[in-house]
């Protein structure tokens, strides 16, 4: 009942309160035996893409990480939030090397142990690195080529590895990881959060093992504490405090969705600053895809004298930079009508009421190409490597679209709609609870929303041409 007493959202249900499920979660070999399955399926692919057909079409790597995991993940993050990090094999093979064991407890760990550059513990590097991989993906057509797939993987599997030997716990998910930023804000939106139950129960615990680890488990690996945690951003959901709280006193909820932004409290600029240009970049993901496209590049290269990559490159950036300098521009005008608010409290709250929006944009962008193009990991699971075998017997299907193309743009639309439901609704939470009432603050961000909304269901109508 204190839990309710502390919570505005009283339609939570505990999941740990079953025993099975606290003991699942207790258990240190259970998240092994998740990352021990990823990191196999991991190993397969990268060796697919070093050693198999390297048709994008009819390999494994292509399809599976591309097509399949990217589309998977998208969905999982509005579904059940970062539970992807609690089997991610890159996470798990840092942890393994720094702290040299698969999933005991131990106290010494093999890493220099230093501390994250203060200036960098943001997302400014998550960003930069999430921005060079996007466009490193334009750029070389990594998603079209099993080689560079497998080498990315292995390049980024290396950088884990440093990061975790020279900095503390995971430095590299919280501050490093190219979609920390992106797993982190979309999983706002997810119906589950991990939660202390009561917060007056943290300010009077002494012991704090949920910060500094005990014989049970480890510290919280990106430095969160559960007695003041309020959003799902940075949570790995690693359970490992669930695992120290000796007081039992962390929840692991279901609960309604977009449920952080019910309360937020703590909003930061650099989160502001990705979530828009997140919006940017799915945008411009979907735009390069459709077929007016080609024409309206063309065009601009024959105008300019530019090379077509150069054209993209200056696109890319604009396209990033653009909703940044639009929302500004949008949040200076509201700043202008309401003399009395800081325009820093006006950009960055009204910026989380932005995510579901762009959450849904990007889930309809990949949608599409999960609906027509997931089929082909069919014939590709019975022939891997592409040497003619027949594993499970389905080499020889032909894939098909699961959906008719309108069918899959209804669904689209749906989504969209969803997205902007939920957008307007946190925009007038954050207007009531922040702003008291004031309206009129977010009238400008409605129409900033509403322009986003219109011209994505405009592109989402354009035909598109497929990513393999
Ligand atoms: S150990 Fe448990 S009760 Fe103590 S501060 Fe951490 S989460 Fe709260
Ligand atoms: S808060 Fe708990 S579950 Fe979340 S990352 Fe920290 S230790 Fe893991």
Same mark, same amino acid.
């Given at each position: 009942?204190?839990?309710? $007493?502390?919570?505005?959202?009283?339609?939570?249900?505990?999941?740990?309160?079953?025993?099975?499920?606290?003991?699942?979660? %207790?258990?240190?070999?259970?998240?092994?035996?998740?990352?021990?399955?990823?990191?196999?399926?991991?190993?397969?692919?990268?060796?697919?893409?070093?050693?198999?057909?390297?048709?994008?079409?009819?390999?494994?790597?292509?399809?599976?990480?591309?097509?399949?995991?990217?589309?998977?993940?998208?969905?999982?993050?509005?579904?059940?939030?970062?539970?992807?990090?609690?089997?991610?094999?890159?996470?798990?093979?840092?942890?393994?090397?720094?702290?040299?064991?698969?999933?005991?407890?131990?106290?010494?760990?093999?890493?220099? $142990?230093?501390?994250?550059?203060?200036?960098?513990?943001? @997302?400014?590097?998550?960003?930069?690195?999430?921005?060079?991989?996007?466009?490193?993906?334009?750029?070389?057509?990594?998603?079209?080529?099993?080689?560079?797939?497998?080498?990315?993987?292995?390049?980024?599997?290396?950088?884990?590895?440093?990061?975790?030997?020279?900095?503390?716990?995971?430095?590299?998910?919280?501050?490093?990881?190219?979609?920390?930023?992106?797993?982190?804000?979309?999983?706002?939106?997810?119906?589950?959060?991990?939660?202390? %139950?009561?917060?007056?129960?943290?300010?009077?615990?002494?012991? %704090?093992?949920?910060?500094?680890?005990?014989?049970?488990?480890?510290?919280?690996?990106?430095?969160?504490?559960?007695?003041?945690?309020?959003?799902?951003?940075?949570?790995?959901?690693?359970?490992?405090?669930?695992?120290?709280?000796?007081?039992?006193?962390?929840?692991?909820?279901?609960? *309604?969705?977009?449920?952080?932004?019910?309360?937020?409290?703590?909003?930061?600029?650099?989160?502001? @600053?990705?979530?828009?240009?997140?919006?940017?970049?799915?945008?411009?993901?979907?735009?390069?895809?459709?077929?007016?496209?080609?024409?309206?590049?063309?065009?601009?290269?024959?105008?300019?004298?530019?090379?077509?990559?150069? /054209?993209?490159?200056? =696109?890319?950036?604009?396209?990033?930079?653009?909703? /940044?300098?639009?929302?500004?521009?949008?949040?200076?005008?509201?700043?202008?009508?309401?003399?009395?608010?800081?325009? $820093?409290?006006?950009?960055?709250?009204?910026?989380? *009421?932005?995510?579901? =929006?762009?959450?849904?944009?990007?889930?309809?962008?990949?949608?599409?190409?999960?609906?027509?193009?997931?089929?082909?990991?069919?014939?590709?699971?019975?022939?891997?490597?592409?040497?003619?075998?027949?594993?499970?017997?389905?080499?020889?299907?032909?894939?098909?679209?699961?959906?008719?193309?309108?069918?899959?743009?209804?669904?689209?639309?749906? =989504?969209?709609?969803?997205?902007?439901?939920?957008?307007?609704?946190?925009?007038?939470?954050?207007?009531?609870?922040?702003?008291?009432?004031?309206?009129?603050?977010?009238?400008?961000?409605?129409?900033?929303?509403?322009?986003?909304?219109?011209?994505?269901?405009?592109?989402?109508?354009?035909?598109?041409?497929?990513?393999?």
């Amino acid at each position: 009942m204190e839990n309710e $007493k502390n919570n505005p959202d009283k339609r939570k249900y505990d999941m740990l309160q079953q025993d099975a499920v606290a003991s699942f979660f %207790k258990n240190r070999k259970t998240q092994f035996l998740f990352q021990l399955t990823a990191v196999f399926l991991l190993v397969l692919v990268v060796l697919a893409g070093f050693f198999g057909i390297q048709n994008s079409n009819m390999s494994l790597t292509t399809i599976s990480i591309w097509v399949i995991w990217w589309s998977l993940l998208l969905i999982s993050l509005a579904l059940v939030g970062r539970l992807w990090c609690f089997m991610c094999p890159f996470g798990a093979i840092g942890d393994w090397a720094q702290r040299q064991t698969f999933y005991k407890k131990i106290d010494g760990t093999f890493s220099l $142990k230093m501390k994250f550059p203060a200036r960098f513990r943001n @997302l400014f590097l998550a960003a930069l690195l999430f921005l060079i991989i996007t466009w490193a993906d334009f750029q070389f057509n990594l998603v079209n080529s099993p080689l560079l797939t497998a080498y990315f993987i292995v390049a980024l599997l290396g950088f884990v590895v440093i990061i975790s030997i020279i900095f503390e716990r995971r430095s590299f998910c919280r501050y490093v990881c190219p979609i920390t930023g992106l797993i982190g804000l979309y999983s706002m939106f997810a119906p589950i959060e991990l939660r202390a %139950k009561d917060k007056e129960t943290c300010k009077a615990c002494t012991e %704090k093992y949920c910060i500094s680890g005990n014989e049970k488990g480890y510290p919280c690996p990106v430095f969160e504490y559960p007695g003041t945690m309020e959003k799902n951003t940075h949570c790995i959901l690693c359970t490992e405090c669930v695992k120290t709280c000796d007081r039992c006193n962390i929840s692991f909820n279901i609960r *309604s969705f977009a449920g952080d932004f019910l309360n937020l409290t703590k909003t930061r600029v650099d989160e502001a @600053l990705f979530i828009l240009m997140l919006l940017g970049v799915t945008i411009f993901q979907t735009l390069i895809m459709i077929r007016p496209w080609a024409g309206f590049s063309r065009d601009l290269m024959i105008y300019t004298g530019a090379s077509y990559d150069s /054209v993209r490159f200056i =696109l890319f950036i604009a396209a990033a930079a653009f909703p /940044v300098l639009f929302y500004s521009i949008v949040i200076a005008i509201s700043k202008f009508f309401n003399q009395k608010i800081i325009f $820093k409290d006006l950009f960055t709250s009204y910026a989380y *009421s932005i995510i579901p =929006l762009g959450l849904m944009m990007h889930l309809s962008h990949n949608i599409r190409h999960l609906l027509e193009e997931g089929a082909g990991i069919i014939p590709v699971l019975s022939d891997p490597f592409g040497f003619g075998w027949n594993l499970f017997g389905t080499s020889g299907y032909m894939p098909a679209p699961l959906l008719a193309s309108n069918n899959i743009l209804l669904i689209q639309w749906l =989504l969209m709609l969803i997205g902007l439901g939920f957008s307007i609704s946190i925009g007038k939470n954050i207007s009531r609870r922040i702003f008291h009432e004031n309206d009129s603050s977010y009238l400008h961000v409605l129409v900033f929303v509403l322009i986003f909304f219109v011209f994505n269901l405009w592109i989402l109508g354009q035909p598109i041409m497929h990513k393999h």
